[in-house]
């Protein structure tokens, strides 16, 4: 520095000794030949570096006064060079190279003009308000005398001023070279100063071309001569500081996961570097997906607090029952003039589906005529469409009305939401009654059902219905001979014909003139009397009608105790009342009970359907089945079909055939024959796969059928089949007790059966809160249960408990089982330090205000306690407790207001331990409280002290009484 300020002084000296050019130092006399004689003249300096937005380079610079007796060319040349090398002066060197003003860019100017000695006030006035920047208001910083206003002396303080429109003054700050409270100027010295100033104002505005609301000012300086003038020495545009720009923070946005399932949530966090910290930042969003798993309204941004670098938070994914292909989800940072965007401006999810695709059934048409297919429509909900999809379903055939197997899968093909299934049925040209096809979708993990998944088609028969023969037995004897058979026919189309038939016909005659009545001749019951003396009498009915198909039936008597009795009614006496609703499902309650009053009149029902339902024997041997030995999967079920007696020629059974597990037998109704021998070996083939399942059975049954019975007790036959796989394990998986953030959760996972070899599950975690577990992962499993652990995140945020989830994800070797969720409770420990300071002071009957922080922000409210303590008589003294929500929370104390003139004092509050949190520094804040009361009369004068009497006299001895009266500042 010592160098710096030798070689400046040097520079100095070489520009003062250094000659000056003739045409200035000509020019210079000139203009002191302008002015009247004995004006002196004053050289000011003025520099490219002055006036600069961050640099002002007031004051740094000499100036010259050039008195009369220095007009020859001598003192003109000695002046201007005095000038010129103040342009080197050390002070200006330190205050440019500060501000990193480059030295090689800076030249001196000079100003000659008038000087007054005698000046009273000199300043300087901008015509603009840079203290409060009121439209109106023009700044004013003048001196008295030459003191400077610009780099005063240390003991100089200008007077500072803004003028309005009309010359009145606010006053800034007043000179401390005036005393008596006076301004520097005359109110109509302000006025002039002000009309002045805007005169030159609009002057260079205009010259300048300055827009209406551009930034302009103009800044002259002004003297007050002795005789009152007001000069105007200088004027420059005024220099506006270039606008404060801070720097922006940088902010970045990032998710917690890069996977998430429609049913839970993302974690988004909005991080800030850079800026002001202090103070809260808020990031808009934008969000868009490839998909549709977001909800209809999403965060529009996200709040950084005040002193935080960064802020999570939760958004909720839509969780629909629509199946739907996995979203890309993209959440973006909004430009804002309020932070920069950095690297990572958006993040990214995929969000995969959590739902399966439901499927639907319905009938084309309600009704069908045999012959014609029977068809049901499917169809799947769901976007997802690309691959095929097979729902398992179960067709029921009451009738035996379909032509070929039933299926026990739909598929649906791919890129299609519709599937078809068209049934055949059989055109026999046998009449039977209506019956029904029903289609019901099996449930299954791949898919949902819609509804209840059942459609059902009526088949109607379109062959003729032959006569139905009812009939109304009478046990009366007629003139002791005979009883009587009334037999009625419905169902009649065109005319009818009925003959009787069968071994014991000759008991029965036909009645010559009326076909509906048949007569049973009297006879000796005591001994059988029937054609094969078998005790029962056989005779068959045959009803043909001649539109309308034939109809033959066999009936069966015995004769008990005199009394003819029907083989039927005994069966039927036989039965539960269920068996009877069940087999006559038309009949009403009263023709169910289990006494008959006559032989058939009481069930009033078809003689051929209780002839196909077992309880009358019809014309044909009776149909049994049985099965083969047990079989393994890919093995061959084997049913033996029986006719007994064997049937004269080949007779056509309908079997159904079904099965319990996934075997692959070709199930459904398949039409047998039974040759003349009597028997036919019916095989069911099964598939060996490679899945492990529970064993199960294939089941073949006769379905009733024309020209034969099915046997009661042997109708059905089924044949187990075994699975020869090894079958998956089963996974579960339980959660243990609840632990502390940074602890481990822990969870067991149970594979039933043990697998034979370790297998790997997938495992999916998700969490309650933010503990730093979310993810998926995966777990051999190697035996009957496995640990599992989940460590979880410490940090110091004071949150809410949550917990952690482990859920077993689907996968291979392994079947998900019932229990595939777990939760483990996890507990936050950390709770916020409470802090308090004190506010300004306040006056005796105020209210001392006092802030009381929480870092971090608690999770809930809490209660914090705190104490008062005083110094002083202000009634405040005390305890209480303030809730605190947020990062801080106001507490007041209010003061009591006596007339007691006291000494200052305060009130101090002071945060006690308690519940919730922990007691942070500063525990302690003050606020000053001030006396407001006046001192007694006289307090504060000289003690006095009088004795009244002082002059009495007296003997030795005696008592003698004063007064002694002391003045009030004794009190």
Do not use: C
Not at 74 to 87: C, M, N, R, T, Y
Not at 162 to 171: D, P, Q, R, S, V
Not at 435 to 448: E, L, N, P, R
Not at 754 to 779: F, M, R
């Amino acid at each position: 520095a010592d160098i710096q300020e030798e070689m400046l002084d040097d520079l100095r000296k070489a520009i003062k000794k250094a000659e000056s050019p003739a045409w200035i130092i000509t020019a210079l006399q000139n203009l002191h030949a302008q002015y009247p004689d004995g004006q002196s003249l004053r050289y000011r300096s003025s520099t490219n570096n002055e006036d600069l937005p961050s640099f002002s380079g007031a004051g740094l610079y000499s100036s010259k006064t050039q008195r009369t007796e220095e007009t020859t060319a001598e003192g003109i040349d000695k002046s201007i060079k005095q000038v010129w090398a103040s342009l080197w002066n050390y002070r200006a060197f330190l205050e440019r190279d500060f501000h990193r003003v480059d030295h090689n860019t800076v030249v001196m100017g000079v100003l000659v003009h008038p000087n007054y000695d005698d000046e009273l006030v000199n300043g300087v006035a901008v015509s603009y308000d840079p203290i409060t920047f009121q439209d109106d208001l023009h700044y004013v910083n003048s001196q008295k005398g030459e003191d400077l206003v610009t780099n005063p002396e240390a003991n100089s303080q200008p007077e500072q001023l803004l003028l309005g429109n009309t010359g009145k003054a606010m006053i800034l700050s007043q000179s401390n070279l005036v005393t008596g409270n006076k301004l520097l100027m005359t109110a109509d010295q302000m006025v002039q100063l002000r009309s002045y100033l805007d005169k030159i104002h609009n002057h260079f505005k205009t010259l300048y071309g300055v827009k209406d609301g551009e930034d302009f000012a103009i800044e002259i300086e002004f003297k007050i001569t002795a005789a009152n003038k007001l000069a105007i020495k200088q004027a420059r545009p005024w220099i506006f500081p270039e606008p404060l720009v801070l720097a922006k923070p940088e902010v970045t946005i990032a998710l917690g996961s890069a996977q998430a399932v429609e049913s839970g949530t993302m974690e988004l966090t909005a991080t800030r570097s850079g800026g002001i910290l202090s103070t809260p930042l808020t990031v808009d969003l934008s969000w868009s997906e490839t998909r549709a798993m977001l909800p209809d309204s999403n965060p529009a941004s996200v709040t950084i607090p005040g002193n935080q670098t960064s802020a999570t938070i939760t958004v909720p994914l839509d969780d629909d029952e629509e199946d739907e292909h996995e979203s890309e989800v993209t959440v973006s940072i909004v430009a804002d003039s309020g932070y920069t965007i950095g690297s990572s401006g958006s993040a990214s999810a995929t969000v995969t589906d959590n739902d399966l695709p439901s499927i639907g059934v319905s009938r084309a048409a309600g009704t069908v005529t045999e012959g014609s297919p029977v068809v049901f429509n499917f169809t799947r909900s769901g976007s997802v469409l690309e691959q095929s999809l097979s729902a398992n379903i179960t067709v029921t055939d009451s009738g035996s009305r379909l032509d070929g197997a039933a299926p026990t899968t739909v598929t649906f093909p791919a890129d299609s939401a519709a599937a078809s299934l068209s049934l055949p049925t059989a055109n026999d040209g046998v009449w039977v009654a209506s019956s029904d096809v029903t289609v019901q979708i099996d449930a299954d993990s791949g898919y949902g059902i819609d509804g209840s998944g059942k459609a059902k088609v009526t088949i109607n028969d379109d062959d003729p219905r032959p006569p139905t023969p009812l009939f109304v037995a009478n046990h009366q004897p007629q003139a002791g001979k005979y009883y009587l058979l009334n037999t009625y026919f419905s169902d009649v189309r065109g005319d009818l014909t009925v003959v009787v038939s069968g071994p014991d016909k000759r008991h029965f005659i036909d009645h010559a003139n009326n076909a509906q009545f048949i007569f049973f001749y009297a006879q000796r019951y005591d001994r059988p009397a029937d054609a094969n003396q078998d005790g029962v009498y056989e005779i068959d009915i045959t009803a043909s009608a001649s539109r309308g198909g034939t109809t033959k039936v066999r009936l069966r008597f015995t004769v008990t105790n005199g009394e003819l009795v029907s083989l039927a009614k005994q069966h039927w006496d036989q039965l539960s009342q269920e068996k009877r609703a069940d087999l006559l499902p038309e009949a009403d309650s009263g023709r169910l009970r289990p006494n008959f009053a006559n032989l058939v009149d009481d069930i009033k029902a078809s003689v051929l359907r209780l002839a196909r339902q077992g309880l009358l024997p019809s014309p044909g041997p009776t149909i049994s089945i049985s099965g083969g030995g047990d079989i393994t999967e890919g093995g061959d079920a084997t049913f033996t079909i029986t006719a007994n007696p064997a049937p004269a020629t080949p007779l056509h059974v309908r079997v159904t055939v079904s099965q319990t597990g996934d075997y692959g037998a070709t199930t459904g109704s398949q039409t047998v024959t039974i040759p003349t021998g009597g028997s036919y070996t019916m095989t069911i083939a099964t598939t060996d796969d490679d899945v492990g399942e529970p064993d199960g059975a294939v089941k073949a049954t006769v379905a009733q059928g024309n020209g034969y019975v099915v046997s009661w007790g042997n109708g059905a036959a089924t044949v187990a089949v075994s699975d020869d796989d090894d079958t998956d394990p089963e996974i579960t998986i339980s959660g243990g007790s609840g632990v502390t953030e940074g602890g481990t959760a822990s969870f067991t996972i149970s594979a039933s059966p043990v697998p034979a070899s370790p297998i790997t599950v997938n495992v999916g975690v998700s969490e309650d809160g933010n503990w730093g577990a979310a993810g998926a992962t995966t777990v051999s499993v190697s035996g009957a249960s496995t640990a599992y652990t989940i460590t979880t995140g410490d940090d110091l945020a004071d949150e809410s408990d949550g917990s952690v989830t482990a859920t077993v994800q689907s996968g291979d070797g392994y079947t998900v089982g019932d229990a595939s969720s777990a939760s483990v409770g996890v507990a936050d420990d950390d709770v916020p330090a409470i802090t308090i300071s004190g506010g300004s002071a306040i006056t005796e009957g105020g209210t001392a205000s006092f802030t009381i922080g929480a870092d971090p922000v608690p999770a809930s409210p809490i209660t914090v306690n705190v104490g008062v303590s005083e110094d002083g008589n202000w009634g405040a003294a005390g305890a209480t407790t303030v809730t605190v929500s947020g990062a801080s929370a106001r507490y007041t104390v209010t003061t009591s207001d006596d007339e007691v003139d006291e000494a200052d004092g305060s009130v101090t509050a002071k945060v006690q331990s308690g519940t919730g949190y922990t007691v942070g520094t500063p525990s302690v804040g003050t606020v000053n409280v001030a006396d407001d009361d006046d001192p007694p009369a006289g307090k504060g004068d000289t003690l006095t002290v009088s004795v009244s009497d002082l002059s009495k006299n007296g003997r030795p001895g005696e008592l003698f009484e004063f007064t002694v009266t002391a003045s009030d500042a004794a009190q």
